[in-house]
């Protein structure tokens, strides 16, 4: 039976709302899919599907695994009182929180026998807009290897 993203990305979802959503934690929403609409939450994490690499190795397939985890953090709001200097030290310390899930090697994923890891590539930041609100954005890439199935 081939391997599916779909288990695992909703897996690493619910790590990271476990890790990042809840009184004291940096986020106040994580959804396991690409949403359209983020101006309901500050911050927001969203976990999509990218590429996959299939191969067979031994009569087993190997699959490697990419999922993207995007942070949205408002950018400032003068309103609420909202700065950039608070948009800043939230995204560090959401990009340092996924850091701290992803290293664990003791959550479902790893302990599944799948192996979980910042991808190759660094982080990507930048300013985007979305219904006229300015927002950082980060998208970590995150590489999930599945051997042997």
Same mark, same amino acid.
């Given at each position: ?28 929403? +994580? #959804?396991?899919?690409?949403?359209? &609409? /983020?101006?309901? %939450?500050?911050? $927001?994490?969203?976990? @999509? ?7 067979? +190795? #031994?009569?087993?397939?190997?699959? &490697? /695994?990419?999922? %993207?985890?995007? $942070?949205?953090?408002? @950018? ?74």
């Amino acid at each position: 039976m081939s391997v599916s993203r779909d288990p695992i990305r909703k897996a690493f979802a619910a790590l990271l709302n476990t890790a990042l959503v809840g009184s004291g934690k940096p986020v106040e929403a +994580v #959804y396991d899919y690409q949403i359209g &609409d /983020i101006s309901t %939450y500050n911050p $927001v994490v969203m976990v @999509y599907s990218g590429p996959i690499q299939r191969r067979r +190795v #031994y009569g087993c397939e190997d699959v &490697d /695994i990419t999922l %993207y985890a995007d $942070v949205y953090v408002l @950018y400032a709001d003068s309103t609420s009182g909202w700065t950039k200097a608070d948009a800043e030290d939230a995204i560090d310390a959401i990009e340092s929180a996924i850091a701290a899930v992803v290293a664990d090697p003791n959550h479902t994923l790893n302990q599944s026998g799948h192996s979980i890891s910042y991808a190759e590539e660094p982080t990507r930041m930048e300013g985007v807009e979305i219904g006229g609100v300015e927002y950082c954005r980060e998208v970590i890439s995150i590489t999930v290897q599945v051997r042997g199935q």
